[in-house]
């Protein structure tokens, strides 16, 4: 039995702490596969509070990585696929750049930036469609890449991007924006791995999240049938201004 507890057990947790961020996964899964974005950001900002700070980044985007391939497989015919074979080699770029640096960046202006993107995209006149295209997709998949291997939070960056390309049709944003997540966080795990981040001693923990975001992805897919595309992309874009919100407090609280 003590020999399961470790395998499950990071060191430095309580089996309640554990406990807490499996249910934690399940709920947050839940959330972005039925309101579209916000449910990797809320799990970052709880293991935030709870995991020790070098594990926080890595342990976290293995745990996106599963929970966003779950609700890729589980929406597989609304992804599109066109935009995911121009995120790719973005993707690639953007990790290969940033395993070579792996240092701190100017966390504040990061933030900032990234949240006067998110308003924009949000709130801000449509896109041009040269943006939204084809190289569009690739510098956006190469910068936010990057950027996620520091700060771990370009995922609203992304799901605003998507949701311009794909016109707020839920079905479609939910599949491509997890498709295109599932990409820029594979990465993660060599580029860690290869920085000495000894992920053996999460595993256990890491899949047992993946398990309960698998069943939250289920329960918050069956709730997205029940909104419309209108009500959808409300929410969609409150559930980002909050969350740019959010960016642009931690910055200047910072500063």
Known sequence: MQAVLDVLIPAGLSPALVAALIFAAGITSAV????????????????????PPAAIIPVHGMVQLGS???????????INVRIVAWFLPGVILGAWLGSLFLVDLPLGIVQLSIAGFILLLCWGPPVPKVATGPVGTLIAAFFTTFLSLFIGATGPLVAAFIKQQQNGERFSTVATFAATMSLQHAPKALVYGAAGFVFGEWMGLIVLMIAAGALGTWAGLNLLKNISNRRFGLIFNVLLTLLAIRLIWQALSAW
């Open 32 to 51: 972005t596969a039925s309101l579209g974005i916000g449910g990797g950001v809320l799990l970052l900002a709880l293991m935030a509070l709870t995991v």
């Open 68 to 78: 966003n391939a779950n609700r890729a497989l589980m929406t597989l015919r609304h």
